[in-house]
Nanobody
Framework: QVQLVESGGGLVQAGGSLRLSCIAS????????MGWFRQAPGKEREFVAS????????YYEDSVKGRFTISRDNAKNTAYLQMNSLKPEDTAVYYC?????????????????????WGQGTQVTVSS
């Protein structure tokens, strides 16, 4: 089992920044690909970004490219999502997820079913 705990959410004005953290425990963190997803009210949970086990491969959903950066620190068992130039449409609950399987494509990395463990989520609210 892998336990994931997100933090760093909050209320920010449009154009502002937040950094989300996801701390993992229970298994060897570097064995898992990590992803960030988000879910806005009334909408399905959608892919935001992913990072491979080593951190060498990253994928982003088109609407966040150039604004969000995913990273990880395997020594600290932590994944991050740096969010800049936030927009009201970024408002959602953000979830981190851990993937045991190997994904080498965007399609695989963006698929919710590929992820084995999920955090409880952290709310991000962007005001206009």
């Amino acid at each position: 089992q892998v336990q994931l705990v997100e933090s760093g959410g909050g209320l920010v004005q449009a154009g502002g920044s937040l950094r989300l953290s996801c701390i993992a425990s229970g298994r060897t963190f570097s064995n898992y690909g990590m992803g960030w997803f988000r879910q806005a009210p009334g909408k399905e949970r959608e892919f935001v970004a992913s990072i491979s086990r080593s951190g060498g491969t990253k994928y982003y959903e088109d609407s966040v490219k150039g604004r969000f950066t995913i990273s990880r620190d395997n020594a600290k068992n932590t994944a991050y999502l740096q969010m800049n130039s936030l927009k009201p449409e970024d408002t959602a609950v953000y979830y981190c997820a851990a993937r045991n399987g190997l994904c080498v494509t965007y399609g695989c990395s963006a698929r919710r079913a590929e992820y084995d463990y999920w955090g409880q989520g952290t709310q991000v609210t962007v005001s206009s």
